[in-house]
């Protein structure tokens, strides 16, 4: 079974510009949660998406968004990059809603850096 | 809102020492307490959650309500343990996102 995949793997942005970053979930699960981990803020949740609905929400600006596809796979995009921005981007997937529910299990990331 | 602690940022053992890595969290409700590891070269993956009360290589985490602990424990650890562990919780319904510590490297010497 394939894991967790996602794309790209490293990027390099300016500031200002944004970005799309992908992420294809395990066959089968219909929740993926998209984190931000840096070195001084460690792992943040940025959202969860489950059956194409944003069903929760961490503290990050409306620059961050996401979305789902009806095949479960997830984008999340970034507008007006800032410096601070600058991190590794990790989705998480798992077959049911919730990361009370069970396992995540994570891609290995999307590495971004903003100049 | 609910906050994990990880004291440390590094652990440095002999091969066969014992191992314990704190996690201290609030929450205040029912919380979902899970270790999370990080090999080398390797994607973050599940060691265990307190709710299956398993022994996963070796490792046990018991969950002290009553001083809202988390910690991850190892008789005799081996060089193979060597890796970054992260402490999460999750609790229920809105809450039900993983909140990561900040992580503790261990380093198992031989």
């Known amino acids: 079974k394939a894991g967790v995949t996602q794309t790209p793997r490293y990027l390099i942005k300016t500031r200002g510009q944004q970005v799309t970053l992908s992420c294809s979930p395990i066959?089968?699960?219909?929740?993926v949660s998209w984190y931000q981990q840096t070195p001084g803020q460690g792992l943040q949740f940025l959202f969860e998406?489950?059956?194409?609905?944003?069903?929760n929400k961490g503290n990050f600006p409306g620059r961050f968004s996401g979305r789902q596809f009806s095949n479960s796979r997830s984008e999340m995009n970034v507008s007006t990059l800032e410096l601070g921005d600058s991190a590794l981007y990790l989705c998480?997937?798992?077959?049911?809603?919730?990361?009370?529910?069970?396992?995540?299990?994570f891609g290995e990331g999307s590495r971004l850096t903003v100049l | 809102a609910q906050r994990v602690t990880q004291p440390e940022k590094l652990l440095s053992v002999f091969k066969g020492a014992p191992v314990e890595l704190k996690c201290n969290y609030s929450?205040?409700?029912?919380?979902?307490l899970f270790w999370y590891v990080q090999y080398s070269r390797q994607r973050l993956q599940l060691l265990l959650r307190?709710?299956s009360r398993e022994s996963i290589k070796g490792f046990t985490a018991d969950l002290n309500k009553g001083e809202t602990s988390f910690h991850l424990k190892k008789p005799f650890a081996q060089e193979e343990d060597s890796a970054m562990y992260y402490c999460?919780?999750?609790?229920?319904?809105?809450?039900?996102?993983?909140?990561f510590g900040k992580g503790i490297t261990l380093s198992v010497r031989p």
């Open positions: 998480a997937s798992s077959p049911l809603a919730g990361a009370n529910t069970g396992e995540l299990f």
């Open positions: 066959s089968g699960h219909r929740s």
């Open positions: 998406y489950f059956s194409e609905t944003q069903r």
């Open positions: 929450y205040s409700g029912s919380p979902e």
């Open positions: 307190h709710i």
């Open positions: 999460a919780l999750s609790g229920a319904g809105a809450n039900s996102k993983l909140t």
